[in-house]
DNA sequence: TTAATGATGAATGTCGACAATCGACATAAA
DNA sequence: TTTATGTCGATTGTCGACATTCATCATTAA
């Protein structure tokens, strides 16, 4: 282990998990990569129980699977799984988008504005992993005004899982800029508080992540692909 | 224990949950209730670890709750709980039901119209039980064919906890007999393969289940509520 | 050569015990 | 009486060890 300060309140559990999670967005763990139990174990230098509970808090987020004997993995996003998280997305956000429009209030535009202007630095620098944590939670604080805490908690594992295979990729098809102005766009549509401007821009927008970002259909487009 | 058949091949956990589950259904176990992991872990005559991964499990179903150093608690379905649990449903059934109307096969409508005969059953029988049962299977049935496991883990889940509120009722505002019809009315907009039709009747009939079985928006409802 | 069988090591499932923490009650101070 | 503090039992968190199951590979028979 990398400290041994002596936080706790929270479970040791729940700590390694989060570590974990952190060891996989950094690409030290692959996707679909078995992980075992006494491995982990020696490594961060607590029990086998303590990993299992950490396996099943990793297991409630979906960011792995365990089959009874077989052991655990980091789950594997195939394109269908991919594809699977977006349907998924586009459905949960769309309608929690359109609930959320008559409780935005004055207070929540500004706190948009301010993620917005930190996207804009974020856009200005080219840092990726910065502009994904502000599309985070642009998205989330729009989400969050719904009122369906169990929409929110699904919502909240979709990002996760999103996040998680965006930081796999190596290069997006998409500009800093473009990203920025996407979100620009979304905020207006929220201003205007038409429901169906919003629900039409929530839809573009995925859609757009997903061509753009991930490069699929496309053959249907005509972008060069650009670095990170 | 009731038994101590030695079946194995699935955890003990997973046994122990399921156990656990068909207590609450029984109410033998009320909502918001604490478990405490040392009492059942003597009930059922495992260790406490094993009580512990059968929570986890449990968690992942939402029907409990826990709290780090709190312990654990039986889910509490409040009204709000049950409303955002409906919402949800709508919101997700609608969807794959729509999703599923191009892949229904003939061995399909076989399937369900073999469900409805045994609803038909059950409705003469006035046997709520059975209903729910067979409710649970047409619904499942028509989802599962909607492509995205996600949607479908999510959906089951929801299942359960529908189910668990449902069985923790003393009372439903409606006749077995008119549980019946709606679905029979489900399956022949289902028959149509219009979209517009199915979605319209999804809605409506999940609207009939929360105002005629739980009740709610009774002052708009003039019926008279019949015993279980 | 191929398929079936059996042995061996590795990994997961389960256990009981100890450690850390929480909640409730009793006691004391204001 | 009310609030604060300290003690103690109860409960959860963590641990290391044993039991069971799985996967691999060598061996053997066809």
Redesign the pocket.
């Known amino acids: 282990m990398d400290e041994d300060t002596i936080i ?2 929270k ?3 729940q700590l390694i998990a989060d570590q974990i999670k952190a060891r996989i967005w950094n690409k030290e763990i692959q996707f679909g990569e ?1 992980l ?3 491995e982990l174990a020696e490594k961060y230098d ?5 990993i ?2 950490a396996f099943k808090i990793m297991e409630i987020e979906e960011l792995v699977v365990s089959q ?5 993995y980091v789950a594997d996003f195939t394109d269908q799984d991919v594809a699977e998280i977006i349907e998924l997305r586009t459905l949960i956000e769309a309608s929690a988008f359109m609930k959320a429009i008559p409780r935005l209030k004055k207070k929540d535009f500004q706190e948009l504005d301010k993620i917005m202007e930190h996207m804009k630095v974020g856009a200005d620098k080219k840092d990726w992993n910065e502009l994904f944590d502000l599309d985070m939670k642009f998205h989330s604080y729009v989400v969050n005004l719904c009122g369906n805490s169990r929409i929110i908690k699904i919502y909240d594992s979709l990002q996760v899982q999103i996040r998680t295979f965006l930081m796999h990729l190596d290069k997006y098809y998409s500009s800093h800029q473009s990203f920025y102005d996407e979100h620009k766009e979304l905020l207006e549509a929220l201003v205007s508080t038409d429901t169906e401007t919003v629900k039409e821009r929530v839809k573009n927008h995925i859609e757009y992540v997903e061509e753009k970002l991930l490069g699929v259909n496309q053959e249907n487009n005509k972008l060069e692909p650009e670095e990170v």
């Open positions: 706790l309140q479970p040791l559990s078995r075992l139990e006494t607590v029990s086998r129980s303590t299992r509970e009874a004997r077989k052991g655990t």
